[in-house]
């Protein structure tokens, strides 16, 4: 108790005030370097559109101890499509009058600065690393991570200092994956006259390169890859129509999973879906038979992976009443996609063309929900109630190091250091290994071999009692033993 009380107070502490300033600073975000609190840098509760100042003030959010100016050149610009998802706090929106109320919490990890019910996914400016900074070898064992959330958080602030892309080594990585992807293109399309059997074997590696520009992808839509915005996105957004995947509509959904990843109350948002126990208990028969063919490894790795990237992935689902920008996205990449795809045809032939790319998609699209699976869906990861849930409990507990060997780290562009991802994303994906290099304790928090990583394929549903997943088996001989009062009125019947 004297734990909970001690975290209350420093929380009141760090309560958000708000303060008045300058009406020419309309549109800006609070720098860094001006939040003592590493929760409110980059926000802002901005009462007017950036296009044109018509109030004489905005707010900014900022600690209790915090009331010096901010020094206008320090800002940066607060992009005119942020928006709060799912209900943050707070919100408000006039068309009539175009005026917007932002959340005061944003998103400055991926520069959209969406707020996701009123929580930010990336907390870790450069500037909170100091008087509370702790040793990251002070995180405990998962049991504890409770009392060891300030810890976590301290340990989020000291991976700040890995944040700063590097626009050059960007571009190296993305012209040593995407050139020798075209290259082993060619040759597989060369190899169709000298055996079927023979160009298979390229398709292996060539899915690998698609899977890799496909994390590159991934890191731009957290703004982590290159320096600048414009680069990050129209880079994202080329690479999308490689890997079939419209990037402002997936990255709107990214951002939602990293907001809310490990929260029972909000689950849906870009994960495996996944019901606890008792949920799958109090399911109808066709409920429970519908969610074991879904957990089905063929359905998992071979039908579903296929079907999201190649069908899925063709709508905004989840965001058709979303406005036109979900579906500017997925219709711009479908657009982009027909003419890459009718080039190409006309290039090769339409049987050489299928022969030659439609195994790589795919296998990339296998591998790609592979990697995501084992990322959270591991025996002793982290699942609670909107209530219990914290996002540094749930990034680091939550999410695995996948320990792959030296080059399948390549090949998935270091996505195996996931639970640091999640800490931070803003790490850029080629720095992920100073990190462990530096802090080699953290390499063994929620560690995974890949032995180990097929056997969380019978790992299906979440057990809210021994706080673990465990198996179809596991919970059936559990509910013999102990039947939830909805199956135990259904057998009264």
């Known amino acids: 108790m004297a734990g909970v009380s001690e975290s209350a107070s420093v929380l009141d502490e760090h309560r958000p005030r708000t303060y008045e300033a300058p009406a020419h600073m309309a549109g800006y975000a609070v ?30 959010t900022l600690p209790e101890n915090r009331r010096r100016s901010v020094n206008i050149s320090d800002l940066r610009p607060f992009p005119s499509q942020s928006r709060c998802v799912m209900g943050g706090r707070p919100i408000r929106r006039d068309a009539g009058s175009r005026r917007e109320q932002y959340c005061s919490a944003g998103h400055p990890g991926s520069d959209q600065y969406e707020c996701v019910r009123g929580r930010t996914s990336e907390l870790l400016p450069e500037a909170s690393v100091g008087d509370n900074d702790t040793s990251s070898a002070d995180i405990g064992n998962r049991p504890e991570m409770t009392e060891r959330t300030p810890e976590i958080r301290a340990t989020a602030r000291m991976l700040a200092r890995y944040r700063e892309p590097d626009s050059a080594r960007g571009v190296l990585e993305l012209a040593i994956t995407a050139v020798p992807l075209v290259i082993i293109w060619v040759l597989i399309w060369a190899a169709l006259d000298h055996g079927y059997w023979f160009a298979l074997l390229l398709e292996v590696p060539a899915a690998g390169l698609l899977v890799r520009l496909f994390m590159i992808q ?30 402002d509509y997936w990255r709107h959904n990214h951002a939602r999973h990293h907001a809310n990843s490990g929260n029972l109350d909000h689950r849906g948002s870009g994960d495996i879906d996944t019901l606890t126990v008792r949920e799958f208990r109090d399911q109808p028969l066709w409920g429970r038979m519908l969610y074991r063919l879904y957990r089905h490894p063929l359905v998992m790795f071979g039908v579903g992976p296929s079907y999201l990237f190649i069908l899925k992935h063709r709508l905004p689902v989840g965001l058709m009443r979303g406005g036109w920008k979900p579906w500017l996205s997925t219709m711009g990449t479908n657009v982009a996609i027909a003419v890459l795809v009718g080039a190409m045809i006309r290039l090769v032939g339409y049987g050489p063309f299928l022969l030659v790319h439609l195994p790589i998609i795919v296998l990339a699209a296998s591998i790609g929900v592979w990697l995501f699976y084992v990322q959270h869906q591991f025996e002793h990861t982290h699942w609670s109630h909107d209530d219990n849930w914290n996002f540094h409990d749930a990034a680091l507990y939550g999410s695995s190091h996948y320990q792959l060997p030296g080059v399948l780290r390549w090949f998935t562009a270091n996505i195996g250091v996931h639970h640091i991802h999640h800490l931070c994303s803003r790490i850029p994906c080629y720095r992920l290994p100073d990190v462990l290099r530096d802090h080699p304790q953290l390499a063994g928090v929620g560690r995974i071999t890949l032995l180990q990583s097929l056997r969380t394929v019978r790992l299906t549903l979440w057990d809210e009692e021994r706080l673990r997943l465990v198996s179809f088996g596991e919970a059936a001989l559990t509910s013999t033993a102990s039947p939830t009062p909805a199956a135990a009125s259904r057998r009264g019947r």
């Open 31 to 60: 720098p860094e370097a001006a939040a003592d609190d590493s929760r409110f840098a980059g926000c802002v509760i901005a009462s007017m559109p950036r296009s044109r100042v018509s109030f004489s003030s905005i707010l900014l």
């Open 218 to 247: 991934h890191d731009c839509g957290h703004g982590s890859f290159f320096r600048g915005r414009v680069a990050n996105d129209w880079v994202g957004r080329a690479i999308g129509v490689m890997t079939l995947t419209p990037y």
